[in-house]
């Protein structure tokens, strides 16, 4: 398949939960956004020079790299990995940037005040993640295997099951639990997958299995 051919059977996918378009870069803290968000959901790639409506713009292509190496390496903490491609189609260059899924999560995009944020991959947005996230990936990285269940646990999963579908605080006032045991709980029923989730565009909201 040549390059003309590869990029058109990427462009005709759209925009999705693995897939960006950018028409250009110029803004590395914006675009560590997208990297932060790949590397914590499962990969995915920048389609860069191509706008919205997946028309070729084309770019050029040092300084896109040397931005979104940016966005990587210095916007990013702890750094991601990436790599690239440039394709030259109709006298342009498109530059396609491949994010992995990072082994150590989380991976936090860092504003121009020095925070530090974890986003996640939702459909084609890139979401703030939810601290339920960030404590299932801290769980992880310490390879905590063992499924506490007390009395907590028991009135947790009870309210659940009679309140489905509800956002950690609504879950903490209901169940007269701490908001940061809440969270603690939730990210180990979703590890052992006993629960789930779900983003309705505003919130995340958590429910049993």
């Known amino acids: 398949m040549d390059d003309k051919a590869y990029l058109?059977?990427?462009?005709?996918q759209g925009e999705h939960e693995q897939q960006d378009f950018k028409y250009k870069v110029d803004d590395a803290m914006k675009l560590a956004r997208s990297v932060s968000a790949f590397a914590n959901t499962e990969g995915g790639r920048l389609l860069i020079g191509v706008r919205d409506n997946g028309s070729l713009a084309g770019v050029k292509s040092e300084e896109e790299i040397y931005m979104v190496h940016k966005a990587a390496y210095a916007c990013c903490r702890p750094e991601a990995a990436i790599n690239f491609r440039t394709y030259h189609v109709e006298?342009?260059?498109?530059?396609?940037?491949t994010v992995p899924r990072a082994?150590?999560?989380?991976?936090?995009?860092i504003d121009e005040e020095g925070r530090e944020t974890a986003y996640v991959r939702i459909r084609d947005e890139n979401i703030v993640a939810s601290p339920v996230f960030i404590e299932m990936w801290k769980q992880e990285s310490r390879e905590e295997n063992m499924m506490p269940y007390t009395d907590t646990e028991s009135r947790l999963m009870e309210m659940m099951r009679l309140n489905p579908h509800q956002p950690i605080e609504v879950i903490s006032?209901?169940?007269h639990i701490k908001r940061f045991l809440i969270i603690k709980i939730l990210a180990r029923l979703i590890r052992y997958d006993l629960a789930s989730w779900e983003f309705n565009g505003e919130d995340f909201l958590f429910f049993l299995r």
């Open 103 to 109: 082994m150590g999560r989380p991976v936090c995009a």
């Open 8 to 12: 058109q059977e990427l462009i005709a």
């Open 91 to 97: 006298g342009r260059n498109i530059v396609v940037a």
């Open 173 to 175: 006032k209901i169940a």
